[in-house]
């Protein structure tokens, strides 16, 4: 079967899917965690201790795919994993004790974290992978939100199996594009230096900061998304209301990612991440007056924006490391530890409704992120306008 050009959109588009269906439950925001809620009528922390379950699963399949993305044929694992990851969610309709549930969900975020870290790597094989990321997160908003939409609504008619149907549906669609997608092979060591813009083998010190930094920004935002809708009624907004505001807020976030795809590494790593950190960080703090609809929706707004637009780019950061791709599927391993971390620290501050805890909370992570980002993101943006420079005198010499 004839796959399409590899850098061609929909390639880019077909990646976004391959390394989003094993996380899809993340898209899905607060409406994942609230059909647990809603759907088995259990307390606002055991359906927190629920998903931060699935995304610790997840880290751990991300951090198995690190090892292995160099040995794995990814196409034929993508082919054993999501029909899997269907199995799962099928038995996941089944069950209604929360104890149970957390076992489950673990093994599911277990395969699932193993597909997207090998979907990551791939797209670090690209020959712009901020661009790939971009993308990922375009189709993570635009899918994510009408889940958003969909789901709670379903959940009230069919139960917390809404949720789960969501999820087969887009693991079924995966399964159809992987013939099509092409099959990205492991860059030369000479590549991946030159496209990278880094120095010869690992630079510890500004990679830890590179993962420190993933780590915070995806904690601290999935703390406060996982809980976004419990917010919004904890305000006295109705569900279908929060749904609809999620919605639009999760629509427009997009142009985020958009922005990424469409400027890719032009102005570097570091203007952009200064620029979207600050902005993160503000109006997640502004989430402390959410009794006002207003602020509230312009809070979810801007702070989607701003988790599509610099996760790419922390995500490409880590990539920029080496060339096989490794990095990439650690840098899913870091986010999904991340994601799985920041709901967990939610569900247990939030205790007694005491969501100020966990505005807090997320504002500082985001402060601390914007910190350990600094180093590594000046230091690649200066070794790659040091090679870019060396390579047109080269060129310069050879046309001479």
């Not at 996982?226 to 427009?252: F, T």
Request: charged residues 10%; neutral net charge.
């Amino acid at each position: 079967m004839k796959s399409v050009n590899s850098e061609s959109l929909l390639a880019a588009i077909m990646l976004a899917f391959l390394a989003t269906a094993g996380l899809f439950y993340v898209n899905l925001g607060g409406a994942f965690l609230s059909a647990f809620v809603d759907g088995l009528g259990i307390s606002r922390q055991d359906a927190g201790y629920i998903t931060a379950a699935n995304k610790y699963g997840a880290a751990f399949g991300a951090l198995i795919a690190t090892f292995g993305i160099r040995y794995f044929q990814w196409k034929k694992t993508a082919y054993i994993i999501l029909p899997l990851m269907i199995a799962v969610d099928v038995l996941s309709f089944q069950i209604t004790d929360a104890n149970l549930l957390k076992y489950i969900r673990f093994g599911h975020g277990t395969i699932g974290g193993f597909l997207v870290g090998i979907g990551l790597g791939v797209i670090a094989r690209t020959n712009d992978p901020d661009k790939g990321y971009g993308m990922l997160l375009v189709v993570q908003y635009t899918f994510g939100s009408l889940g958003i939409y969909f789901v709670p609504k379903l959940v009230s008619s069919f139960g917390h199996g809404a949720a789960f149907g969501a999820l087969i549906c887009f693991s079924l669609i995966t399964l159809m594009m992987v013939p099509f997608i092409p099959d990205y092979k492991v860059k030369s060591e000479q590549e991946a230096i030159a496209g990278s813009g880094t120095n010869k083998g690992l630079i510890i010190f500004p990679l830890v900061l590179a993962m420190l930094s993933i780590f915070m920004f995806q904690a601290s935002n999935m703390g406060i998304a996982d809980y976004a809708i419990e917010l919004g009624k904890e305000n006295g907004y109705e569900v279908s209301a929060i749904s609809d505001w999620l919605s639009l807020a999760n629509i427009i976030s997009v142009s985020g990612a958009v922005l990424v795809f469409v400027i890719g590494s032009k102005y570097g790593r570091f203007k952009p991440l200064l620029i979207g950190l600050t902005l993160q960080a503000i109006f997640t703090y502004a989430f402390h007056w959410s009794e006002d609809p207003k602020i509230y929706f312009i809070a979810n707004t801007v702070t989607g924006i701003g988790w599509a637009f610099v996760i790419p780019y922390l995500l490409g950061l880590l990539a920029s490391f080496d060339g096989h791709g490794q990095m990439g599927a650690l840098a899913g391993f870091i986010s999904k530890l991340g994601l799985a971390s920041g709901p967990m620290v939610a569900a247990y501050l939030v205790g007694e409704n005491d969501f100020s805890a966990i505005i807090n909370t997320a504002s500082v992570g985001l402060a601390i992120c914007a910190v350990a980002v600094f180093i590594p993101a000046l230091k690649v943006d200066h070794t790659t306008k040091v090679n870019n420079s060396n390579s047109k005198e080269l060129d310069g010499e050879k046309t001479a």
